[in-house]
């Protein structure tokens, strides 16, 4: 059967650890294959008619492969024995049959197996997007995003190409095999004892090539993975490396490593592809003891010519399924370990839901209270000790403290990414534990450094939190946020299609788009993080003056690095090692000369303030 | 195909082993072809003259035969694993050194993604197309062509008869492979597509809780996913059809050889033996077939991957020494001048990000540089180490041009601190001695004190000998700087140039700092780039930058009465001056701190 070539997205993927160069066997291998195996099987449950048909099929189709030399064999004797020419007619007409019957049964096999393995699939990456949603921040917090991205995308490629082209394979070769070997003894037990002898050696053959090829790839592995960091840091850092005069070290370096890939290649791949080559000279071997032995028998009267010719053809199709098996083996292999850590994520615990019994939230005062609040990201490590605080409705609350004192993480709480550990924070009197979830964050808007913008026109980015807000109101928010001047200025207007992470704005371009986002969502209490730098100086006054605009009337949380928003805030919490350790206006903590003087004085400087 | 025969000057120092290997490969094939024709020769010969004696003579010398051809087979293939693997390391070796010898202009036009693709990955691509030639793909054509000829020296008239039988199989084969590639593409694009909204929410779930669209991204996915999964769908029923196609066409063939020639032998025109050589011989032509529309994905993944290839290794590097460059003097005093220096990232098309820059720096001098991003103060030091060249103008070091110096004799008098810090690899102390790996425990501590690393180090569970994990993570933006620092400070450079690289520093550790480098740099030139004032505002000179132009230098207290420009980012700093005040009097307590 043909492999249709669905590895050529693989072709130009960079290889990480888990494939070699060449047709490198996927070395990982699942912890429980068996349960993983069962799991993925009730994913083709709801198929169980077609899968049936397609078993019916392959059998169907294997059967008649292995008719066609049989008819063959018989047509050559009875042409050896009558020369009657009507009777071969009858017989090439029967093998047409048979032929077409089963290469038309292998068609509707693999095509109806398309259907079946593709909805499978689309279920489970649909489970999995599902799923990934519903985890909480902790999950993401802890796997790098380009990382889960590329795991994810080559487990679900190892578990296509296992579901819809290698479970056939498999299903074929072995059946193939049987049959050929029933056949074969049906035909003639002599000639078939001689399938004896080569199919150990074969099999032999195979399992130490198998053995060492293994061996050769880990090495391979472990060399390709040294290299590939080589290269990484030396790609990664070639600035430095040029600053510091370290070419010829990294040359060095890299090309010892070279080397080693360069030697322990050799090695894996010329045991690995000495199957090819070695599984064509033994099926020689096979019809060579075929032709002896049964020219011996024939001479013999034991066996007839037709026999023979039936069992050359016989032996040229038996290499075939038996050079496949080891080849699926692996990849089968490699698709349950990618289907267990598919799995791992599935299994993870999401984010709790709502209770039954949570209430609704509908329009917030922005009243907000934390009353004795302590988190932190790992048990017993605190971030966030024993945090209380109150934000009276409309009021600017401004939180400073230097980077990794905790200003975040009570953002973070607030969200309801995370549940507090100890203590609780209510909003309107309403502990947010018991608020439904969504109406929570409807009200919160929030506005964060970094602007994280979807792939989409500026439209679609500003009307993300608010969908069915007509144009005019996006641009009401754009022009509110001082985002449409800039914005007019694109090529193509509102309709300005951003790419992929929007590298065509500017960090303060992005920062305009987020306040104009988050007027649109008209939220009763704001979380701002001002930015700190790298924003020039007119786009920043244009970003104070949507910030205003926006707090006003709002409560706001602000993480505030701008003397100004400092001083025009209605409280200032300083935070130092996840504690409010003063609390005041800008004023009376300047008249206090405590820890926030001491910071605002030694000179006042962007981040730490 | 063309991008890949370019690359053919990297297979000459292998060409006696791919030589070799193809003349062995002829042999295989030879041999192999030769088996139908003594099987042939067992049943005409041995069975249907009950000669016995035949049939052992054949026996052996295929057996014999066979046993050779392993050995061929097994030649062949580890010669074509050593040329492959061979010609891979030497594309990884020259770009790699290629890669070296790039400036940053070139560098500015490469991601490191992209840059890790071509040399980790197209080596590979290009090695397996190297190999699969010296095998299988010349094997299968040779096989097939062979067995052509075959076919017509056993039995002319068969042959002919099997010739409408090849362009029919040739003609299933082209439609095939040319509705393969289009509908491949789409499919490659709806996969884009799926994995940029996956990517989307992975990277972004943040902001997909906080405006709660779990729903709408679901949705969105669902559509993509259905998108792909009915493209999918589509282009594996085509696919499904093609093998059994194939395997149609060769078994109608079987059958017409069968038909035919047995009425033929009734006629007593041919043998049996003949009709079974005939069948072994079609089976033989069909497969490579097969395999020759797997060779054309082959070829076609290696030409990208070639043409990848070529792109680096015919990349010119922007700055190149000149022949009759000459070594900066070890004497030389570190005395720079910027004479009207204009530059631009695109050469002398783009808009300038430097204009008419002149300036001079005297030895033992600090000067700040300051301005907001895009002001042009990162690329104006990047001039003196040459790490670009400017478009109009002139960059000197000691009255020297420094496009007529060796790079490497000004890069060992200059340390350079850069924005983005990157460590490497190894212990802390492998990475401060990163410029001078000669350098004594010693020397490695007083460089880190200076750059107030020394305390954080020792505190740290190996000291200096702990490990700096990938990327720098067990450590803070703030230390990874102060590490940076270190490594500069410890080449003892004659011009130090500090990247606006104390940005994660607290404001008390960048003070120290400062006071640190006065001690060190004494009859050094230390270029400082800065946004803040605060950073600035100790130097002996501020040279205050707007949009590629120096619009004012002096001091603090200078510039504070004369430049607008300063004035104005001094009041967003500061507070419209209302901190005014308090700033006056912090300066007093810094002073009478010294």
């Known amino acids: 059967m043909m492999r249709p070539g669905f590895s050529r997205a693989g072709e130009f993927r960079p290889r990480g650890l888990r494939g070699g160069p060449g047709h490198a066997p996927q070395l990982d291998r699942a912890r429980d294959p068996r349960r993983t195996f069962l799991r993925l099987l009730r994913y083709l449950a709801p198929y169980r008619l077609a899968l049936t048909l397609v078993f019916l099929l392959i059998l169907l189709s294997t059967f008649l492969g292995l008719a066609g030399p049989y008819l063959m064999g018989r047509a050559i004797d009875g042409l050896i024995a009558t020369r009657d020419g009507a009777a071969l007619a009858r017989m090439a007409l029967w093998m047409v049959a048979v032929f077409v019957l089963g290469n038309v049964a292998d068609a509707l096999s693999a095509w109806r197996m398309a259907g079946v393995s593709q909805r499978a699939l689309q279920r489970m990456r649909r489970e999995l997007f599902t799923h990934l949603q519903s985890l909480s921040l902790r999950f993401f917090d802890s796997r790098p995003a380009g990382e889960l991205m590329s795991r994810l995308t080559n487990d679900i490629e190892a578990i296509n190409q296992a579901v819809s082209q290698n479970a056939i394979g498999l299903l074929g070769s072995a059946l193939s095999l049987v049959g050929i070997v029933a056949a074969m003894f049906v035909l003639n037990h002599w000639l078939a004892l001689a399938s004896a002898v080569v199919v150990p050696i074969m099999l032999g053959f195979t399992n130490w090539i198998a053995r060492s090829t293994r061996k050769g790839f880990r090495e391979l592995q472990k060399h390709l993975g040294e290299m590939n960091s080589i290269l990484e840091e030396t790609l990664s850092g070639l600035r430095i490396l040029k600053a510091f005069r370290r070419s010829q070290a990294a040359v060095h370096a890299f090309e010892e490593e070279n080397e080693e890939v360069y030697r322990a290649g050799v090695y894996a791949n010329s045991h690995a592809l000495l199957l090819m080559p070695l599984t064509n000279q033994l099926g020689n071997l096979f019809v060579i003891a075929i032709a002896g032995l049964g020219g011996w028998l024939a001479l013999r009267h034991l066996t007839t010519v037709g026999t023979i010719v039936a069992f050359i053809s016989y032996a040229r199709a038996f290499i075939n399924p038996l050079r496949q098996l080891s080849n699926i083996y692996n990849a089968i292999q490699g698709a349950l370990a990618g289907a267990e850590r598919v799995f791992e994520i599935l299994d993870t615990p999401p984010e709790p839901p709502d209770a039954p019994d949570a209430l609704p939230l509908e329009t917030v005062r922005g009243e907000v209270r934390f009353e004795g609040v302590t988190f932190g990201y790992l048990p017993g490590r605190p971030v966030i000790r024993n945090v209380s605080l109150e934000a009276r409705p409309g009021q600017t609350v401004a939180l400073v403290g230097p980077t990794g004192a905790g200003k975040t993480t009570l953002v973070n709480l607030l969200m309801r990414f995370y549940e507090p550990d100890a203590g609780r924070i209510v909003i309107d009197g309403k502990e947010i534990r018991r608020v439904r979830k969504d109406d929570l964050r409807r009200q919160l808007g929030m506005v964060l450094q970094d602007t994280f913008l979807f792939s989409g026109t500026v439209m679609d980015n500003i009307r993300y939190g608010r969908p069915e807000a007509s144009d005019e109101e996006v641009i009401r928010a754009a022009q509110l946020a001082e985002a449409d001047p800039f914005i007019r200025q694109l090529p193509q207007g509102y309709q300005t299609p951003l790419s992929e992470r929007a590298s065509n704005l500017s960090q303060g371009q992005r920062q305009l788009l987020a306040i104009a986002r988050a007027i649109l969502t008209d939220p009763g209490i704001l979380i701002l993080d001002e930015a700190t730098s790298n924003v020039d100086t007119r786009t920043e006054a244009r970003i104070q003056r949507g910030l205003l605009r926006l707090m006003r009337g709002r409560t706001s949380f602000v993480i505030a690095h701008r003397l100004n928003t400092i001083r025009d805030a209605d409280q200032v919490l300083v935070i130092r090692d996840g504690e409010i350790v003063e609390r005041g206006t800008y004023r009376e903590l300047m008249a206090r000369k405590g820890f926030y003087y001491r910071l605002a004085m030694t000179q006042f400087k962007g981040e730490t303030i | ?594």
């Open chain 2, 1 to 594: 195909m063309e991008q890949v025969l370019k690359l053919l000057p990297f297979l000459k120092p292998y060409w006696k082993k791919a030589l070799l290997s193809l003349v062995l490969l002829f042999i295989v094939v030879a041999m192999d072809l030769a088996i139908p024709r003594l099987v042939q020769r067992i049943i005409d010969q041995g069975i249907a003259r009950q000669d016995l004696r035949v049939v052992w003579q054949t026996f052996l010398v295929m057996l014999g035969l066979s046993a050779l051809n392993t050995l061929f087979a097994v030649g062949n293939n580890n010669l074509s694993v050593q040329v492959g693997e061979g010609v891979a390391r030497d594309l990884r070796r020259a770009l790699f050194r290629r890669v070296q010898t790039l400036s940053f202009g070139n560098l500015d036009r490469l991601q490191t993604g992209q840059l890790m693709v071509r040399l980790a990955n197209d080596p590979n691509v290009v090695q397996r197309v190297v190999q699969v030639t010296l095998r299988i793909g010349t094997r299968a054509p040779l096989m097939m062509i062979g067995s052509i000829i075959l076919m017509f020296r056993t039995d002319l008239r068969l042959a002919l008869g099997m010739v409408p039988l090849l362009v029919v199989t040739s003609g299933v084969i082209a439609f095939f492979v040319l509705r393969m590639e289009p509908l491949f593409l789409t499919m490659q694009q709806k996969l884009d597509r799926l994995n940029n909204v996956l990517q989307e929410n992975i990277a972004g779930v943040r902001v997909v809780k906080a405006f709660v669209q779990a729903s709408r991204e679901a949705e969105r996915f669902e559509r993509v996913n259905e998108e792909f999964t009915q493209r999918n769908i589509r282009v594996m029923e085509f696919m499904a059809t093609m093998g059994p196609s194939l395997s149609l066409c060769m078994n109608i063939g079987i059958v017409a050889v069968v038909w035919a020639g047995g009425l033929q032998a009734i006629r007593g025109q041919v043998t049996t033996g003949q009709i079974a050589a005939f069948v072994n011989y079609l089976q033989s032509t069909m497969g490579p077939l097969m395999i020759m529309v797997n060779l054309a994905n082959v070829w076609a993944a290696a030409s990208a991957s070639a043409k990848r290839i070529r792109e680096v290794l015919e990349m010119e590097p922007e700055v190149r020494e000149a022949p009759d460059a000459s070594p900066l003097p070890p004497t030389a005093q570190p005395r720079i001048v910027f004479d009207r220096v204009t530059f631009s990232y695109n050469g002398t098309v783009g808009t300038p990000v430097l204009q008419d820059v002149n300036l001079a720096i005297e030895p033992g001098e600090t000067v700040a540089i300051l301005g907001t991003t895009g002001a042009g103060k990162s690329t104006l030091v990047q001039l003196v180490p040459r790490f670009y060249d400017p478009s109009e103008g002139r960059v000197l070091v000691d009255g020297l041009d420094v496009r007529r110096l060796q790079q490497d004799s000004l890069l060992a008098r200059v340390g350079i601190v850069p924005q983005e810090t990157v460590l490497f690899s190894g212990t802390i102390r492998d990475n401060i001695r990163y410029g001078r790996p000669e350098a004594t425990d010693e020397e490695v501590v007083a460089a880190a004190k200076a750059a107030q690393a020394h305390d954080f180090i020792v505190q740290l569970p190996h000291g200096y000998d702990t490990h700096v994990e990938e990327r720098g993570v067990n450590l803070s933006g703030g230390q990874k700087q102060r590490i940076a620092i270190a490594r500069a400070l410890l080449t003892r450079p004659a011009i130090l140039i500090l990247d606006d690289c104390t940005s994660s520093v607290d404001v008390e550790t960048e003070a120290r700092i400062q006071e640190a480098l006065r001690e060190w740099m004494k009859d050094r030139t230390c270029l400082m780039v800065t946004q803040r004032v605060s950073t600035a505002r100790n130097a002996d000179r501020i040279i205050v930058m707007d949009r590629g132009r120096v619009v004012a230098v002096g001091t603090h207290q200078e510039l504070l009465r004369s430049s607008p420009i300063y004035q104005e980012i001094y009041a967003s700093q500061m507070g419209n001056g209302l901190l005014e005040e308090d700033s006056r009097n912090d300066e007093a307590r810094l002073q009478s701190r010294r």
